[in-house]
């Protein structure tokens, strides 16, 4: 791990910070970005997440789709959790968090956009930092590219139908044109921008070009949140409790999911080198195409994109954890 993805909550935090005090004291200038739209796209912002977004793609290798029926329990398992399990318990905790623990504490309509952010981030899977918490647990990398490659596809036609329905479900209207304009834009397109840079450069040549650009990538992703928090300075400084009511069910989303997959895995008797990726993709999320999504179907200074964010603090630090876990607990599981 280089120095910014191992700090990369103090970077967010620092962020948050400067994204705060430029908020209250220059409001005209993040007005500025947020009117600078086009179809509901923030276009300064679009830039920004492209940044993030197009690094990772390039690292998708759909020529390893071939050995998807290799040890296909691991990827199952993946799969499942992904698609099957995470939207639905992230959407049920926020329901119970903040329609009923919480109902006292948030007013109705903020509620509403903070389940709406929960939700986004439990629809997106890991797709680049994964490669991080796999590399950490000594995990197979080509059998983790294979699990990220083959979720990247199935994100294409399913994040937009099981966002929409947990958002509808969820009494949060869902406009239909927008979620779908996003999913292009933010999955599609960079997605075929990165097949045909790896097209063209090759392996070798993506891994030069992915490095060349990771301070890009994080710069990138530190200036949306700085411009995040800026549009959000005021509501935050009049309920500064909000990020913690927000972290809380995402705490127990993580280490809930984790603890599910990783209970699987060892009665599946995985090689640990396939079940402890397995169980990091399971439980990591896509933050970056949740933000995206989130300003994209609410706004810039919306509630569903600062529950985005908050996602973006304490992944860092909870993946670690759990890789420190993964690690100590090896000899649970069949020997790589």
Request: some cysteine; hydrophobic content about 60%; overall charge negative.
């Given at each position: ?326 690690n100590r607990t090896k000899h649970w599981f069949e020997p790589s």
């Amino acid at each position: 791990m280089g120095i910014f993805e191992r700090y990369l909550s103090v970077w967010v935090g620092l962020a948050i910070i400067a994204g705060i005090g430029a908020g209250l004291f220059m409001p005209e200038v993040f007005q500025v970005v947020a009117d600078a739209e086009v179809a509901n796209v923030n276009l300064p912002i679009a830039v920004l997440i492209w940044l993030m977004i197009y690094p990772m793609m390039m690292q998708v290798d759909f020529a390893s789709i071939k050995d998807v029926t290799k040890q296909p329990q691991g990827l199952a398992l993946t799969l499942v959790i992904n698609w099957l399990v995470k939207p639905f318990t992230m959407a049920a905790l926020g329901w119970l968090f903040f329609h009923h623990l919480f109902a006292d504490l948030v007013s109705p309509a903020t509620a509403q956009e903070y389940i709406a952010g929960m939700i986004l981030l439990g629809v997106a899977p890991c797709t680049a930092m994964v490669f991080v918490w796999s590399h950490l647990t000594r995990g197979d990398a080509n059998y983790t590219l294979l699990q990220v490659s083959v979720n990247d596809v199935i994100m294409i036609f399913a994040f937009a139908p099981i966002a929409g329905f947990l958002l509808g479900v969820s009494d949060i209207e869902v406009p239909w044109e927008t979620l779908l304009i996003s999913v292009v834009l933010y999955v599609v397109l960079p997605l075929l921008a990165g097949v045909i840079t790896r097209k063209a450069l090759g392996a070798d040549g993506v891994a030069r070009l992915s490095e060349t650009l990771k301070p890009l990538s994080i710069l990138g992703l530190l200036a949306t949140v700085l411009i995040l928090f800026g549009l959000q300075a005021p509501r935050i400084v009049e309920n500064p409790l909000d990020m913690l009511l927000i972290a809380i069910p995402l705490l127990i989303q993580t280490y809930g999911i984790f603890a599910i997959t990783y209970f699987i895995a060892i009665r599946l008797k995985l090689k640990h080198n396939v079940a402890a990726p397995a169980c990091m993709i399971g439980t990591s999320n896509f933050f970056e195409l949740a933000v995206a999504v989130a300003i994209a179907l609410f706004g810039l200074n919306s509630g569903a994109a600062l529950a985005t964010v908050v996602g973006v603090l304490v992944e860092v630090p909870v993946m670690l954890s759990l890789v420190a876990f993964a690690n100590r607990t090896k000899h649970w599981f069949e020997p790589s």
